[in-house]
């Protein structure tokens, strides 16, 4: 069983670009999320959805970020007209779809570490 | 806000010694996670505890937790060169699947 995959590893975007990040859940969990981590710091959460519906937004930039989970695909992470201020890493987990006391237990992809430049 | 806060910020111990790394959190919690994130790389889990468990051991790993204090604790013992990585919380809680990572602790296992 494969686990979380993301892809890229590493982007360079010059700024004004736009970024796409791609990231596929482990087989059978339908719940993905997407953290941001900057050097130094812990991960920020930033999206949770389930299949074809964003379940909670509250971590996303209001403007130039958007995330999709659909029906069919990866989950992917839309920067638009990239700031060197969204250099980071850029982690997605997933997790079955599950409740009760092991509610929240997340696997980890390897990230992508976006460099605009 | 349920964000974990770990402590120390930093720790450097040497190697056959054992880690003592804490977190603290402000609400209620369904569970508490441990993970560990070599550097540059993506978060590995290490162990989970549920909010009615109070102590769970793991390999060299061992957790306890404390809702009434509102704070856990991760113990090393024995610790490796391999071990040096930062170590972050998260919390799970409330009504909705979303975890709250804390700022980590960055252990250094020394030769």
């Known amino acids: 069983n494969a686990g979380v995959m993301q892809n890229p590893r590493h982007l360079v975007r010059r700024r004004g670009q736009e970024a796409r990040l791609r990231c596929s859940p482990m087989k059978g969990h339908s719940h993905v999320y997407w953290y941001r981590q900057l050097p130094e710091e812990g991960l920020k959460f930033m999206v949770y959805?389930?299949?074809?519906?964003?379940?909670?937004e509250s971590g996303m930039p209001k403007e130039r970020f958007s995330a999709e989970f659909p029906k069919e695909g990866p989950s992917i992470l839309r920067i638009q007209q990239v700031v060197r201020g969204d250099s980071a890493a850029y982690f997605c987990?997933?997790?079955?779809?599950?409740?009760?006391?092991?509610?929240?237990?997340?696997?980890f992809g390897p990230g992508t570490r976006l460099t605009v430049t | 806000s349920q964000q974990g806060e770990e402590d120390p910020q930093a720790l450097s111990i040497q190697e056959g010694e054992n880690a003592t790394m804490n977190c603290s959190y402000k609400?209620?919690?369904?569970?508490l996670q441990w993970y560990r994130q070599n550097s540059g790389r993506g978060l590995v889990h290490l162990i989970l505890i549920r909010s009615n468990e109070r102590e769970k051991h793991s390999g060299r790993l061992r957790v306890t937790l404390d809702t009434s204090k509102k704070s856990s604790s991760l113990l090393i013992t024995a610790s490796r060169a391999a071990d040096t990585a930062s170590y972050f919380c998260a919390t799970a809680g409330g009504g909705d699947d979303k975890i709250i990572f804390g700022k980590g602790t960055r252990l250094h296992i020394l030769p």
């Open positions: 959805l389930q299949k074809e519906n964003i379940i909670d």
């Open positions: 987990a997933s997790s079955p779809p599950t409740g009760g006391p092991n509610r929240g237990e997340q696997y």
């Open positions: 609400t209620s919690i369904n569970n």
